[in-house]
């Protein structure tokens, strides 16, 4: 234990004392009575002091805390620690879920060691965005707590990976950009321009989304991390959508999809076809949006894409083809994607489309249909927004039609 009593090594005393009294619940009067007044307890977690090694020992074994420092598990475990945080960035979660199921199985030790800050946010990064909200919000607590006993690099990832969680789960985009911004106080690389870039997007700020995604762009080269340029790419192209540049958003979309397919990722490729389908669409170019439709290029409406039988319907709508009913409807099934029903509940009953007007003369089935997807993809409910306001306009409602248009 006489690593850890000296000043040097003060902050990961005090880290451990803090963090396993949090993790079992324990208030400070109840971990220090009988060992040292509360006040004393507090700046020892606090690393204003270093107690004895009897006050040491004495606050481990309350804690039941069998210290680590072992060089052999310190320089292994960091090894796995740092492998986990690499897979994750440079491969997403294709095998970082594996890493991370070896580095729980040795849980209490990381706890027990030096190592209590990096592992728990290796956790925050793996339950980043996950459903598992408790686990999450327990772990980000935890943190929360030795926060001035960090170093600059744990701080940078701790307030990375709780801004990313913020945008992708609260859709609190002010407050994941301010936490962004803390995190870029202390490093940065192309993951924090990235989401820097997704924020300023879902702001409606798309100079500076452009920005942002551009500099990730430059890291992610110099990181040589292939699949974050493919996911950069892909945001460029569509930060230029939103600003309703169809025809630069392409050229990026494509840039993506050659690189993706070098790279064998059929789920990119996929996306990346779908979106510039969309984009060929939204260009006026019906014929190839709506063009050899495969099942296995179908893909799924995310936030990113809208699937390419979507694309089809509208094209062919605006072609006033009625024809395409029977040709599209056995792509969408509702089993597939619960987001397919209004389309197959549209094409099973078509009476409300006229093809001659190119609208859905059906109001409620139109709003319906914008309120489903708002939320869930901006393209497809900016496009639903315009045939509302068509579907006014060719009532002449003309009132209705300019409040909708006016309409943020």
Request: proline share 2%.
């Amino acid at each position: 234990m006489k690593k850890i009593i000296n000043r040097t090594n003060g902050k990961i005393l005090g880290s451990i004392i803090k963090m396993n009294r949090h993790h079992q619940n324990m208030s400070q009067k109840a971990l220090s009575d009988g060992i040292c007044v509360s006040s004393y307890l507090s700046r020892i977690e606090n690393a204003e002091i270093i107690p004895s090694e009897q006050v040491i020992s004495e606050l481990f074994e309350a804690l039941a805390i069998h210290y680590n420092d072992s060089e052999d598990f310190l320089r292994q475990g960091q090894q796995l620690l740092t492998h986990f945080l690499e897979e994750l960035m440079f491969n997403e979660f294709s095998n970082s879920k594996q890493i991370f199921e070896e580095i729980e199985k040795q849980s209490e030790a990381y706890r027990h060691s030096p190592l209590i800050i990096d592992y728990y946010i290796v956790c925050l990064a793996f339950y980043c965005t996950n459903k598992d909200r408790h686990v999450f919000e327990a772990t980000r607590s935890l943190l929360e707590s030795v926060e001035s006993l960090m170093s600059a690099d744990q701080r940078f990832k701790y307030y990375l990976y709780y801004g990313i969680d913020h945008a992708k789960v609260y859709r609190d985009y002010n407050g994941a950009y301010e936490l962004l911004v803390k995190a870029h106080q202390f490093d940065t690389n192309g993951h924090l321009f990235y989401w820097l870039g997704y924020v300023h997007l879902e702001l409606g700020s798309y100079i500076k989304a452009f920005e942002m995604f551009t500099r990730a762009l430059e890291l992610y080269v110099s990181e040589a991390n292939l699949l974050s340029i493919i996911g950069t790419y892909e945001m460029l192209g569509l930060t230029h959508f939103r600003a309703n540049n169809y025809e630069d958003g392409i050229s990026y979309l494509k840039k993506g999809l050659k690189l993706s397919q070098k790279l064998q990722s059929s789920q990119y490729e996929i996306a990346f076809k779908s979106n510039i389908k969309w984009g060929m669409f939204k260009l006026g170019d019906f014929d190839f949006a709506s063009s050899n439709i495969t099942v296995a290029e179908i893909g799924v409406l995310n936030e990113f894409t809208i699937p390419v039988i979507m694309t089809s319907f509208f094209a062919n709508l605006e072609m006033e083809n009625s024809m395409s009913v029977s040709e599209l409807l056995p792509f969408f099934k509702k089993e597939d994607s619960p987001h397919y029903e209004p389309f197959v509940d549209l094409l099973e009953h078509p009476e409300p489309i006229l093809w001659s007007e190119k609208i859905i003369e059906n109001e409620l089935i139109l709003k319906m249909m914008f309120d489903r997807y708002e939320k869930l993809n901006y393209e497809l409910a900016k496009h639903l927004k315009s045939m509302l306001i068509r579907l006014y306009k060719n009532k002449r409602r003309y009132k209705e039609a300019l409040e909708l248009t006016n309409m943020p």
